[in-house]
């Protein structure tokens, strides 16, 4: 199958380790952000999603920070699984804006280790 | 299925043809995106509506490119005299406008183009 991780970041992590996947955004107005992860050959799936106004938001196994200051955005995956293994975005968007379209950051290839 | 659906997944054809993608978004949401995305790469935004309207276009969409949603509920993405830069996966989003806290969108699986 095909491969969307060709020349991408990768962090290779061990089964049951926790994962920390960084970000860098661009946009300084940009105040909605969402993780997605994407597998070989499908679209990409929401994971998890955060507003400017919070620094910390946690869902299930992830957990999302934000730090405006620096404009770097981090995901968190406890006790990665192999079914974890995929290629993972960040987006920005102006949330409320005319379009609410959002702009990917390069992509981090998370590869776990059996 | 109640997700975003693109038809077809794959598409080939030669150089100078013209093509036709299929978006079909979660039933109640109001707002759809085209996207493209190249092998490595995150998407890229092509084209927004808002029910019926097509609200923003970016440079990425040449003239060659047209997106319609005629009555708010699917949408197609045309492209004429394809060019062999114009292989890529397209991708089709939609989202519900709120007044709410999330506003994600929903992928679908894409349509691969291959230009030959």
Redesign the interface.
């Known amino acids: 199958g095909e491969s969307v991780g060709l020349h991408l970041p990768t962090l290779s992590v061990q089964e049951g380790d926790n994962s920390i996947i960084n970000c860098a955004y661009s946009n300084s107005a940009s105040d909605y952000f969402i993780w997605y992860k994407q597998e070989s050959g499908k679209g990409p799936q929401f994971i998890i999603d955060i507003r400017s106004n919070m620094d910390k938001r946690q869902g299930q196994r992830v957990t999302v920070l934000l730090n405006k200051t620096v404009k770097h955005l981090s995901l968190q995956i406890a006790a990665t699984q192999p079914g974890d293994s995929a290629v993972y975005f960040c987006a920005e968007s102006v949330y409320g804006g005319a379009t609410n379209k959002l702009i990917f950051g390069t992509g981090t290839l998370l590869a776990v280790q059996p | 299925d109640t997700g ?1 659906s693109q038809n077809p997944r794959h598409k080939i054809t030669k150089r100078g043809q013209n093509v036709t993608f299929r978006c079909d978004p979660i039933s109640e949401h109001n ?1 759809l ?1 085209w ?1 493209r ?1 190249t ?7 092509l084209t ?1 509506f808002q029910n019926e309207a097509q ?2 276009k970016s440079r990425l969409l040449s003239d060659r490119f047209s997106a319609e949603r005629p009555k708010g509920s699917f949408s197609t993405l045309e492209i004429q005299r394809t060019e062999q830069g114009d292989s890529a996966m397209y ?1 089709c ?1 939609s ?1 519900m406008t709120s007044g709410g ?10 349509t ?1 183009l291959t230009v030959l």
Do not use: K, M
């Open positions: 975003v707002r995106y996207y995305q092998l490595g790469q995150g998407p890229e935004f927004y609200l923003e991708l989003a989202s806290f999330r506003n994600e969108q929903f992928f679908g699986p894409g691969r």
